[in-house]
């Protein structure tokens, strides 16, 4: 029953933008810290920006800090990812998951794919 469903990827330019949402449904998602995750190929899943559950603390991994920004809207059931200035390094599928919680089955993820 419970869902996270990641979207809003796709194939962006250097130093472009692109906004990822998160629709979760099936658990109490105003209780709980979320976050977002990236797994390149070959690699393992990193972290990538932690939201408290009320939204009034950030942090982010140093690769994307200044650059990314996590927000969420309790009343949707939605977390966002805001990417700016991306770089190649920066392709990988993204997942968001509850943060100090998460459940044992991912999304699908959404693919995010920065070349020239």
């Known amino acids: 029953q419970v869902q996270l469903v990641e979207s809003g990827g796709g194939l962006v330019q250097p130093g472009g933008s692109l906004r990822l949402s998160c629709a979760a449904s099936?658990?109490?998602?105003?209780?709980?810290?979320m976050s977002w995750y990236r797994q390149a190929p070959g690699k393992e899943r990193e972290l990538v920006a932690f939201i408290s559950s009320a939204g009034g603390m950030t942090r982010y991994a140093d690769s994307v800090k200044g650059r990314f920004t996590i927000s969420r809207d309790n009343a949707k059931n939605t977390v966002y990812l805001q990417m700016n200035s991306l770089k190649p390094e920066d392709t990988a599928v993204y997942y968001c998951?509850?943060?100090?919680?998460?459940?044992?089955?991912w999304g699908q993820g959404t693919q995010v794919t920065v070349s020239s």
């Open positions: 099936g658990f109490s998602f105003s209780s709980y810290a």
């Open positions: 998951n509850r943060a100090n919680a998460p459940f044992n089955s």
